[in-house]
């Protein structure tokens, strides 16, 4: 049966079963959503455009852009548990290449409750263990927007600066940061340890080596949690596959701390990203911190994969003359031999087959 | 195999000597025939010519896993690519020109007519002054001349088209040069080959300078 699965659907399936196998319970949720809830967190979304319709009673409301929203928005905070839920849901948002509405399978954990490093690593342990059952090849890498945040603000307090030195260290782009530095008459001792968030990226324990000596006393804390989530992420089996790389930036006004997002070679851009989001929990009034993480199944469409030589086993054509019953009987019989069976009326080519049982010619 | 977009033309032939010079080579590249694509098994590398504009596209989608693309095009486009180095050629920059005597007195809105709108859009955005945008697909220079615009922004050179259309230079949003980019997946599997030829190419570049 599994061989009949299209990559996406053994991977929702193998998933579900990783997750709930942590204490991850289902969350299963409405399409909709009130319009103005989208609204007052459009920040929080990839994009702002949404498709919003009139409820019978003249609500509007809008066809979910996003799971991770929904889900803080029907939690409540309580003291001393850890709400962890997974979810597989479709969410609807413009593709960036047709400027066209789509539907996207999502899947994805999300912990809420006082955010601690058990947390962190758990929830990095899943993002890997989750890529390792889609594919062999594949690497997580980690950032940590603390860290990047105090050190742009400890060089410069403008917010114009940070925002265009956040652009250049997502794009690795050296070059133009090195001219914003300028731009913002940056000093010459600031500027090697922002630099480094560039040029240092990889193996965990080298790059923490070598950014340590400009963290020391301006990131302390944040130096210290990236050693001690690495230092527990070594016990895992593809550990060498978990990375440091700070070119992961996510929205600074929603997520804070650890972020990570997840590739798999053949797969053009990131199929997992995820990340520690106090501040939205805090925007939206709430006491807890969390972290979760989301995987794009659709991209796992560009996995390259073997053709089917065949779309069925056999095909058996049979006309007006042929005996009914028996053709009944032939079908069980085929189906019974394991084979998959398409019946057809007339010649048909465009089904490719392994044997074809033609009834026409037996009468 | 590493695939590697390479603009058509003379500032792709200059990128490519770049490459070779990193030890990158693929002799098939300098036969004089109409091929695009061009594969050097041994060095494990494969490049192919395509319209400029179009690298970067090849490059974000992972169809290349480098390539080489002006400035202008990554601003415009705004691709989610690594832009690992500035090649300082090709360089020249997005400016905003206007017929000699044109002052605008900030009276009403400014029509702005050309090929780059999101950097035109931004451009003005960042300055507060309201646009009518006017998109256009090339002789950016004659609709200030003809009243449909005011003013032009596009890319200026050495500004010889501008002077003989009795336009210049009003202002310069941002210089433009060929960057070289990666793609960011494929920077993850494939670094160690990357990392070599950027670092090769990032010491010819200082050599240049």
């Known amino acids: ?363 | 195999m590493l695939n590697v977009a390479l603009p058509k033309g003379r500032l792709g032939e200059k990128v490519y000597a770049m490459f070779e010079a990193a030890g990158f080579e693929c002799p098939s590249i300098k036969e004089n025939n109409r091929k695009l694509i061009f594969e050097n098994e041994e060095k494990q590398v494969c490049y192919f010519w395509v319209k400029p504009s179009d690298v970067a596209i090849y490059v974000e989608r992972g169809a290349a896993d480098i390539g080489v693309a002006g400035k202008d095009i990554l601003l415009e486009y705004n691709p989610d690519i690594y832009e690992l180095l500035d090649l300082n050629l090709g360089k020249c920059r997005m400016a905003v020109a206007a017929p000699d005597d044109f002052y605008d007195d900030g009276n009403k809105r400014l029509k702005v007519a050309t090929k780059f709108t999101n950097i035109a859009a931004n451009y003005y955005s960042s300055i507060g002054r309201e646009i009518d945008i006017i998109k256009l697909n090339g002789s950016i220079e004659i609709a200030p001349i003809l009243k449909l615009s005011d003013v032009i922004v596009d890319i200026v050179e050495t500004g010889t088209t501008l002077k003989e259309n009795n336009l210049s230079v009003k202002s310069t949003i941002v210089p433009i040069s060929a960057r070289l980019i990666a793609n960011k997946s494929s920077f993850k599997f494939k670094g160690t080959q990357i990392e070599k030829i950027v670092q090769s190419i990032r010491e010819q570049v200082k050599a240049n300078d």
Not at chain 1, 253 to 276: A, D, E, K, M, P
Not at chain 1, 304 to 327: F, G, H, M, S
């Open chain 1, 1 to 363: 049966m599994n061989n009949i699965l299209r990559s996406e659907e053994k991977a929702i399936f193998a998933l579900r079963t990783l997750y709930q196998q942590y204490g991850y319970m289902p969350f299963k949720m409405s399409k909709f959503e009130e319009y103005e809830f989208y609204i007052q967190n459009k920040d929080f979304l990839v994009s702002d455009r949404i498709i919003s319709f009139n409820d019978t009673n003249g609500k509007l409301l809008a066809l979910k852009p996003d799971v991770t929203l929904s889900i803080i928005k029907n939690g409540e905070d309580k003291p001393g548990e850890k709400q962890k839920v997974c979810y597989n849901e479709n969410v609807y948002r413009v593709s960036d290449n047709t400027h066209q509405f789509k539907e996207i399978m999502q899947t994805g954990i999300e912990c809420i409750g006082e955010i601690d490093l058990y947390d962190l690593y758990e929830m990095v342990m899943l993002a890997s263990k989750s890529l390792s059952l889609i594919s062999d090849n594949f690497v997580i890498e980690i950032s940590h927007l603390g860290l990047i945040s105090t050190l742009l603000e400890n060089a410069c307090r403008n917010s114009n600066f940070k925002q265009e030195a956040l652009g250049y260290i997502a794009e690795k782009n050296s070059h133009d940061l090195i001219n914003t530095f300028d731009k913002y008459e940056i000093a010459a001792e600031k500027r090697d340890g922002i630099l480094k968030l560039i040029s240092v990226y990889g193996e965990r324990k080298s790059v923490i080596a070598e950014i340590e000596p400009s963290l020391k006393g301006v990131a302390d804390e944040f130096l210290a949690e990236l050693k001690a989530l690495s230092d527990m992420l070594d016990a895992l089996p593809f550990s060498e596959k978990i990375l440091f790389d700070f070119s992961t930036v996510n929205d600074t006004n929603y997520y804070n701390g650890i972020v990570f997002r997840g590739f798999i070679s053949g797969i053009s851009q990131s199929v997992l990203t995820g990340g520690q989001y106090d501040n939205l929990l805090k925007k939206m009034k709430r006491s807890s911190g969390a972290v979760g993480f989301a995987i794009y199944l659709d991209l796992l469409d560009e996995m390259p994969t073997d053709r089917a030589e065949y779309d069925v086993d056999v095909v058996i054509i049979y006309d007006q003359n042929t005996d009914k019953r028996y053709l009944a009987e032939m079908v069980e019989k085929t189906v019974g031999e394991n084979k998959t069976v398409s019946v057809q009326c007339g010649d048909s080519a465009n089904i490719r087959c392994k044997q074809i049982i033609d009834l026409r010619k037996e009468g």
